[in-house]
C-alpha cells in the first residue's frame, strides 16, 4: 500500500514524499482512510508507530475547505505535556507546509499574551495542554464551539497525570457533531469508559501489544551496588565499555533529584550531559531538547515525565539508572531507542532492592532480560561511603578502609578523570559546578552552546538567590524511604507536579475538580 492509495491530497501527498516517507506505517494505513470519511477512531498505539502523521496528515486534508474564525478554532489536539505538544506542532509544520493554516501551541510556561493574538487572529489548529487550554476559555478568550475535529492523543498518560476531568470538562464543550480521534498505548478501565462516552461508533486501530518491546532493541540488565556511587561508578564503566557503538544516550532517572545528581557527577567526569526535568523552564527543556537532538550533546539524563513520547529518532543507547518502579515505564524507555527500524541497546542498572520491579518488568514484556557480566549474586558489599572522585580531590575526606582496587585507582591516581570518550566540546563545557547548584539552572547554561559568556554570569548571579531554596527542596525527597515509593494517597496529578514541577501549586494545570466554587 502507498500514501496515494489512502486518499489524502495532492499537497499532503507531496509534503510526505518530500519527508521522505514511501509506506504508511499500520496505524496510518488503518487510521487515515477511515479519519478522511469524518468517522471516529480509536488508535491503540505508541508513539514510534507512526501515529502522529496518522492523525495529522487526514486533518490538513480535511482543513483544506473553509477557513477559522477568531477565538473559535476549527481544531483541537491535546497532549499531556508540553513537548508532546511542540513535537505535534512540529508535525503540523513539516506536514503542511503546502498550506496557509494558522497553527496555534497553548502550553504552560509561556506568556498568554503571544497566545492570545494568535487566537485573535483566528486558528485552524489549536494545540494545547487541558490545563492552559481551560485558563484562556476561562478568560473569555477562547470559544470551543467550533471545533470540527478533536484529536486526544496519549490518553493513558493524561490518565497518569491526573488530567481527566479536565478532558471530561473539555470533552463536553465542544459540539457533538465533531469527529474525534482517540489514541492511547494502553486501554485501562478509566479509559475504556472515557471512550464509550465521547466516541460514536468509533473504528478501532490497534497496532501492536502496548507492553510488548521491540523486538530490534539489544536489553541487558547491569548488577550494581545499591549507593549512589556505586550507580554511578558502573554507569560510566558502562559508558566506556559501550563507547565504539554509542553514537548518543538518554539516561533515565526514577525522580529529579537522581536526575539533578547524576548530571551533575557527568558533568564532573567531563561527560557531554544535558538534563531534563520539569525544573527546568521551558525555553531551556527545548533548548535542551534541540541540543540533543542536533548531536551537540551525546548524553541527556532525564526524568519519565519529561521524556516521555518524544521523538528523537537516532538514539543508540538507552540507560536505566534506576529501574522503574512501574513496569510500563521500562517499556516506554527502552522505545526511545531503535526507532524507525533501527536498532539499540538499553542497559538497566539493578541493585538487590530492586529485584521486584525487575519480576515486574519481565512479566509484563513476557521475556527474561539477559543479565550482561553475571547477576545480583556476584554483587560485592559496597564498602566505601564516598561520593565521586573528583569532589573527593577538591578535599572532601577519604574513609579509612578502602579496598577496591578499581575505585582507588579511579580516585586516588587522577583528580579529574577525564573520560576519553567524552566529547565536549569548549563551547559547551561548564567550568565548576558546585553541588548545590539548581540542576535546571547548570542544564539551561549547558544547554546554550554559543552563549558562554552570559551563562557564566547567570549562574554566578542566580546562583546566590537560589541555594538556600534549592538545598531545602533537594534535601526533602532525601528523607525516609531512599527507594522512592508512589505516595497512592494524593492524586497522580499532584504527585507529578511534586515531582517534576517547580511550579507553585498547580500552576495552570489545576485538575477540574479544584476549580469548583465552594458553596458556603
Ligand atoms: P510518531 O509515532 O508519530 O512519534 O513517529 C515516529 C517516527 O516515525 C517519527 O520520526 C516520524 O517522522 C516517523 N514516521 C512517521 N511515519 C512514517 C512513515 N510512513 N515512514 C517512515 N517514517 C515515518
Known sequence: MTFADLGLSPKVLSAVTDAGYTQPTPIQAGAIPHALLGKDILGIAQTGTGKTASFVLPMLTRLENGRARARMPRTLILEPTRELAAQVEENFIRYGKNHKLNIALLIGGVSFDEQNKKLERGVDVL????????????????????????????????????????????????????????????MPPEITKLTEKFLHAPVRVEVSKAASAATNITQRLVKSGSKPWDKRETLRNLIKAEDAELKNAIIFCNRKIEVSELFR???KYDFDAGALHGDMDQRARMQMLANFRDGKLRYLVASDVAARGLDIPDVSHVFNYDVPIHAEDYVHRIGRTGRAGRSGKSFTIATKSDTKYID????????????????????????????DAPRRGKGAPRRAGRKDDDRS?????????????????EDT????????????????????????????????????????????????????????????????RQRHQEDNDSTVGFGDDMPAFMRIVAKV
Open 265 to 267: 557527577s557527568l558533568l
Open 127 to 186: 494545540i494545547a495542554t487541558p490545563g492552559r487550554l481551560l485558563d484562556h476559555r476561562e478568560r473569555g478568550k477562547l470559544l470551543l464551539n467550533g471545533v470540527e475535529i478533536l484529536v486526544i492523543d496519549e490518553a493513558d498518560r493524561m490518565l497518569d497525570m491526573g488530567f481527566i476531568p479536565d478532558i471530561e470538562r473539555i470533552c463536553e464543550m465542544i459540539p457533538f457533531t465533531r469527529q474525534t480521534l482517540f489514541f492511547s498505548a494502553t
Open 409 to 425: 585507582r579511579e580516585k586516588g591516581g587522577e583528580r579529574k578523570p577525564r573520560e576519553r570518550h567524552a566529547k565536549r566540546s
Open 360 to 387: 515486574a518488568i519481565e512479566r509484563l514484556i513476557g521475556n527474561k532480560i539477559e543479565w550482561h557480566d553475571g547477576d545480583l549474586s556476584t554483587v560485592v558489599a559496597s564498602e566505601g561511603g564516598e561520593d
Open 429 to 492: 563545557a561548564p567550568e565548576t559546578v558546585r553541588e548545590d547548584q539548581p540542576v535546571a539552572e547548570v542544564a539551561a547554561a549547558a544547554a546554550d552552546v554559543g552563549e558562554r559568556r552570559s551563562r557564566k554570569e547567570a549562574i554566578r548571579s542566580e546562583n546566590t538567590e537560589r541555594k538556600s531554596s534549592d538545598r531545602n527542596e533537594q534535601r526533602a525527597p532525601e528523607r525516609g524511604d531512599t527507594r522512592p515509593q508512589r505516595d497512592n494517597s494524593r492524586p497522580a
